[in-house]
């Protein structure tokens, strides 16, 4: 699916830049930026999941822990 992304100025030549330094496009480095952020989004859901599942089940943690 093609989209259109509008940013602005100063954050495109920002991108720019950044882009040139690491020898990518810029398409290629905000496609790497979506999936950084994408990545650290479920590694955050899951770590608040699984605090959410400790602190409904400390008891029996516990129990199991002795």
Same mark, same amino acid.
């Given at each position: @699916?093609? @989209?259109?992304?509008?940013?602005? #100025?100063?954050?495109?030549e920002? !991108?720019?830049e950044?882009?040139?330094?690491?020898?990518?496009? @810029? *398409?290629?480095?905000?496609? !790497?930026?979506?999936?950084?952020y994408?990545?650290?989004?479920? +590694?955050? @859901?899951?770590a608040?999941?699984?605090?959410?599942? +400790?602190?409904?089940?400390?008891? !029996?943690? #516990?129990? !199991?822990? *002795?």
């Amino acid at each position: @699916m093609a @989209m259109t992304l509008r940013i602005p #100025d100063e954050l495109n030549e920002q !991108l720019r830049e950044s882009a040139k330094a690491q020898g990518i496009s @810029m *398409q290629s480095a905000v496609i !790497l930026a979506i999936a950084e952020y994408v990545e650290r989004r479920e +590694v955050s @859901m899951a770590a608040h999941l699984a605090q959410e599942f +400790v602190k409904q089940n400390r008891e !029996l943690i #516990d129990r !199991l822990a *002795q």
